[in-house]
């Protein structure tokens, strides 16, 4: 048995069967204005064109910026006023130099610091409520070693 397809009687919208009262609007719209001229580049985006894309690709990798002339950086800033402090109780018996002054880090600079210090140092280090925990006593050479960072200690 064969079934026959039925034709469909629903009935179709057209614009002459629905009333739109928006039918005939037409609105002109200004043309938006020409976006402006880019900047003339900068010294440093001149020198940046005349390098070779693995020369960039290391700058970048590096950090490194484009000494222009004889144009000289800005000095470094000092970062902070550090405490050092050590601890035995409550660790086990181990010893811990705790580094106090670095609560105003946030997070990403936080794990980046601690990072540099134990590559510097070669010790363990970790953040515990904005303090800065170095395995051992190492007073000395974490003082060294962040004072070249350009913070100050006491």
Do not use: Y
């Amino acid at each position: 048995m064969k079934h026959k397809k039925q034709a469909d009687t629903s009935p179709k919208v057209t614009d002459q069967n629905w009333n739109n009262p928006f039918i005939g609007l037409k609105i002109d719209l200004p043309a938006p204005p020409p976006p402006p001229p880019p900047p003339p580049p900068t010294k440093e985006e001149k020198q940046q064109a005349n390098l070779s894309k693995e020369d960039l690709a290391l700058l970048k990798a590096f950090g490194g910026d484009l000494v222009i002339g004889k144009e000289k950086a800005p000095a470094p800033k000092t970062r902070g006023v550090l405490s050092f402090q050590i601890q035995r109780k409550g660790k086990g018996g181990k010893t811990v130099t705790n580094v106090h002054g670095l609560k105003d880090l946030e997070l990403p600079e936080q794990m980046e610091l601690c990072a540099l210090v134990k590559n510097a140092l070669g010790i363990g280090a970790r953040f515990q409520e904005g303090i800065l925990e170095l395995q051992g006593d190492q007073i000395q050479r974490a003082k060294d070693w962040f004072t070249k960072q350009n913070f100050t200690c006491k």
